[in-house]
């Protein structure tokens, strides 16, 4: 009677082995049906879209075919400035997208100078012939913060902006580190980060991705023009092209203003001063 037992009680734990991974292997299924992820491209088809971003001004790093993070970074720019959905993913539909995309207009030609469109949360390096080098970036929040105990607004300043203060490296200070910083209108700099997300995220500065930032920062030398707009405001500067003691003016009038600058205060707070060597990152 106990060896039948055991015998049975085997049988049953058997039964039930197979039901139980009959059902999971059912669900498993299901599962993969539904959640199912796009066909992975292949290496030629990654090169394609990388030389096709490259091309058109986006900026890649060396087109290696590989989706590394330049290519990610352009692919990022592409979505942003085509208003397309950033994924930062390389899917069939965005390879048919960069195929058929054309390449990113700067507001001015001429002369070398950088743009920042807040709008499509993008860079832009122009050169002479108009051509342009595009990467992402993210910018003030326009939201709030306290810092030291004071309230003050992560506002990205619009406006025409020359480029007078330089750093190399990693540079730390109180609201964060930024690496190869730029500096274009008191604690607002163009710098490197770490952190770059697909929308605005700063407290004032112009994130852009690390992989570019000595490039970005090799390019942008001090006196460089940088307009910063959005679809409300776009200032010009070709008259400080046209008539360089113009500019020679602006950047002299910024080196002898103070070394302090004022941030801008809330109804509740008063208007303070910082330093223009204190970035806000």
């Not at 590989?66 to 390879?95: C, M, N, Y």
């Not at 570019?212 to 910063?228: F, N, Y």
Request: glycine share 10%; with cysteine; hydrophobic share 40%.
């Amino acid at each position: 009677m106990a060896r039948r037992a055991v015998l049975y009680l085997r049988q049953v734990k058997r039964i039930l082995t197979i039901f139980v991974l009959s059902v999971c292997t059912a669900c498993f299924a299901e599962t993969q049906s539904v959640g199912a992820q796009p066909p992975s491209l292949t290496p030629a088809q990654i090169k394609e879209a990388e030389q096709r971003l490259s091309d058109m001004g986006y900026w890649t790093g060396a087109v290696a075919g590989r989706f590394d993070p330049g290519a990610q970074s352009a692919l990022i720019a592409f979505q942003k400035w085509e208003g397309r959905s950033v994924t930062g993913q390389l899917t069939i539909e965005e390879l048919n997208a960069i195929r058929s995309g054309s390449s990113p207009k700067a507001r001015e030609r001429g002369y070398e100078h950088a743009e920042v469109d807040l709008d499509h949360q993008v860079f832009m390096w122009v050169d002479e012939r108009g051509s342009v080098r595009v990467l992402p970036v993210s910018t003030g929040t326009g939201k709030e913060y306290v810092d030291e105990g004071q309230t003050s607004v992560a506002y990205t300043p619009r406006g025409r902006f020359l480029v007078y203060d330089k750093g190399f490296g990693w540079e730390k200070g109180p609201l964060g580190s930024v690496y190869y910083p730029n500096g274009i209108s008191g604690g607002v700099a163009i710098h490197g980060s770490r952190n770059v997300p697909n929308e605005p995220a700063s407290h004032g500065c112009i994130r852009i991705p690390m992989f570019a930032a000595r490039e970005v920062s090799k390019l942008l030398k001090l006196g460089t023009i940088v307009l910063v707009y959005d679809n409300v405001s776009f200032v010009s500067a070709k008259d400080w092209v046209e008539n360089p003691k113009l500019k020679e003016a602006a950047l002299l009038n910024i080196g002898a203003s103070d070394d302090e600058i004022e941030i801008k205060g809330t109804k509740d707070k008063p208007v303070r001063k910082i330093g223009t060597k204190v970035i806000r990152a």
